[in-house]
């Protein structure tokens, strides 16, 4: 969540040019340094707040400033080298890149085990090497090669694009560990891990429909109305809805005869995976309505849904967690509750598609 607040968001702006107007990557590239190196007191000062509002108790001051580093200095710009690349259509360098930066956490994590010394100040020093050294791959043998130029007119005019995403982007990833924090505040322990492993497992069966919305994305950038018709829009949601319900179906029947496949800790979650069977549908399709809007550039107008969409979801969770007190009644009316954050989704969005498309 943190890491979001790099160069205010300035990425946004990057993956747009290198989509739309690639010649233009050196340019926006040095933007994107200059927003980076600006957004730092105010990335420090987050981070301060943060760590004195929930980590305190926890871990040292410097092994959390060494974690923040290692995302937000290292490898959110990692991340950006894959947008670029994917925004040039090179998807093989990109998914390359991902697989990369994971292995090398791996491996890293293979040696810190191997270490008589396992503090925590020690492992977030691997943490940081391992992905710094992602990123020096990433920016020596895969970014495009452009000369910087620094043109500050061009960067003004995408500024408050750049910040909707970033604070959107935010919203995004506050609202998915906040709902974790409530349940844990209103349901207990145990009830707050089932709900972190079956959101997990539902956030495997995203990886498809977000590959086919980042490719439907770029396409939406260069022909905004791209999904004019109702039918069509309608389709595509059908269409995400049963991948994510056949791909959790699968997960569900693979756990039932094998419910330690993802680890012991899954196992306890595993019987209660098919009550949740619409949950990732519908979540999945709240989260391509909001790369519905990033297409169009109505960047403000997500930013304010993602809000709306974050309260609702804290006033649904919180009257299901009150009402009942078995787990699996609380996961079968999860259906509900994304059921009811679809249909505000359905009505903001699709509101929001029959303004003009705004090309930043």
Do not use: C
């Amino acid at each position: 969540m943190l890491s979001r607040i790099l160069a205010f968001g300035f990425i946004a702006p990057l993956y747009r040019v290198a989509t739309v107007k690639p010649l233009l990557i050196g340019t926006y590239t040095a933007g994107s340094l200059l927003a980076a190196v600006i957004s730092l007191p105010i990335l420090a000062l987050a981070s301060f707040a943060v760590y004195h509002l929930f980590f305190k108790a926890e871990m040292a001051w410097g092994a959390f400033a060494l974690v923040v580093a290692a995302e937000a200095l290292l490898w959110r710009p990692a991340e950006a080298v894959i947008i670029v690349n994917n925004g040039l259509n090179r998807f093989g360098h990109g998914a390359f890149l991902v697989i990369l930066g994971t292995a090398i956490r791996a491996l890293a994590a293979a040696l810190f085990a191997s270490l008589a010394v396992r503090d925590l100040l020690t492992w977030t020093l691997f943490y940081l090497a391992a992905n710094a050294l992602s990123l020096g791959i990433a920016v020596i043998f895969f970014y495009p090669r452009s000369r910087l130029r620094l043109k500050p007119k061009l960067y003004v005019r995408r500024l408050a694009d750049a910040v909707y995403v970033a604070s959107a982007e935010v919203l995004f990833y506050l609202q998915m560990e906040l709902d974790k924090l409530l349940v844990l505040a209103l349901g207990g322990a145990k009830l707050a891990g089932i709900y972190a492993i079956i959101m997990r497992l539902v956030d495997l069966t995203a990886i498809p429909v977000r590959t086919f919305s980042m490719l439907l994305v770029q396409k939406m950038m260069r022909s905004p109305d791209l999904l004019a018709r109702l039918m069509r829009r309608l389709g595509v949601e059908v269409g995400i809805f049963a991948v994510s319900t056949l791909a959790i179906l699968a997960l569900a029947i693979l756990l039932r005869f094998f419910p330690t496949l993802l680890g012991t800790n899954v196992a306890e979650a595993a019987p209660l995976v098919l009550l949740a069977l619409f949950v990732p549908g519908l979540r999945n399709i709240v989260e391509y309505h909001a790369e519905l809007l990033f297409a169009r550039g109505q960047t403000f107008i997500r930013a304010v849904n993602l809000l709306l969409l974050a309260g609702a979801k804290a006033v649904l969770l919180s009257h299901v967690l009150q009402a009942y007190g078995a787990a699996e009644d609380i996961v079968l009316r999860l259906n509900g509750v994304f059921a009811g954050l679809y249909l505000i989704s359905l009505m903001l969005t699709y509101s929001a598609l029959g303004m003009p498309a705004r090309r930043v």
